[in-house]
């Protein structure tokens, strides 16, 4: 049990252009999502929490115009990165917490390289 | 604010005994986590503890002492396999969330 999935696991893009990753619970109901980002040699660091049916909390220092979070299902949350630069290129990572549940499920990752 | 410190890097042998410990100043404390992260892979849960004392688990025990923000890792037996990124994690009330240490990275040599 506690899967979560993310969609997709790598992908390239160009400068200036917007990328979308998915991120699902496939068994369970997860009220709760978070988004990480993780620096190569670096630990995880929290982006922002999203609750389902309302709007994401960012960390401090994280841009939400540029980071747009939409968790608009139980078991289905989206960042898009809009016009992304190379700066921009790491591993984003989201999790999934259940309901009345202390631990987070990770998912596997989207590895993000802007040219 | 908070704060999270782990050592950086260890080494330890094939078979023998390890222990990563963790060190946590925060407010709004609601747990200690630890996952472990292989290369270019998402973290994995290890272990919660929320009162003191010791959770084992297998092959792997964290223990934690609140009053002295102190946390460890136990890794017996270890195996090649075991080598990997340890993540010391603080769960906070606010929201649920939870606040990474910078990570060890343990090498297990044969």
């Known amino acids: 049990g506690a899967v979560v999935s993310q969609h997709p696991s790598r992908v390239i893009c160009k400068s200036g252009t917007s990328v979308k990753i998915e991120c699902r619970s496939l068994d369970f109901q997860a009220t709760t999502m978070f988004w990480y980002r993780q620096f190569p040699k670096q630990s995880l660091m929290l982006m922002a929490t999203s609750n389902e049916g309302s709007k994401a909390t960012y960390e401090q220092g994280v841009e939400k115009d540029k980071f747009l979070i939409n968790h608009a299902s139980l078991t289905l949350s989206t960042l898009t990165v809009t016009s992304a630069h190379p700066e921009d290129s790491s591993f984003y990572i989201c999790?999934?917490?259940?309901?009345?549940?202390?631990?987070?499920?990770f998912g596997p990752g989207t590895r993000l390289t802007v040219t | 604010g908070q704060n999270i410190d782990q050592p950086t890097e260890m080494t330890a042998t094939e078979g023998a005994i390890v222990q990563i410990n963790c060190t946590y100043q925060?407010?709004?404390?609601?747990?200690l986590f630890w996952y472990q992260q292989h290369a270019g892979e998402a973290p994995t849960f290890l272990s919660y503890?929320?009162?003191?004392g010791l959770e084992e688990k297998g092959r792997f025990s964290s223990f934690l002492s609140r009053s002295k923000g102190y946390s460890y890792l136990l890794l017996k037996e270890l195996q090649m396999k075991d080598s990997a990124s340890y993540l010391c994690a603080v769960g906070l009330r606010q929201g649920g969330k939870l606040i990474f240490g910078q990570g060890t990275e343990l090498s297990v040599k044969p």
């Open positions: 925060t407010s709004g404390f609601n747990g």
């Open positions: 999790s999934a917490r259940a309901t009345l549940a202390h631990e987070q499920y």
């Open positions: 503890n929320v009162l003191d």
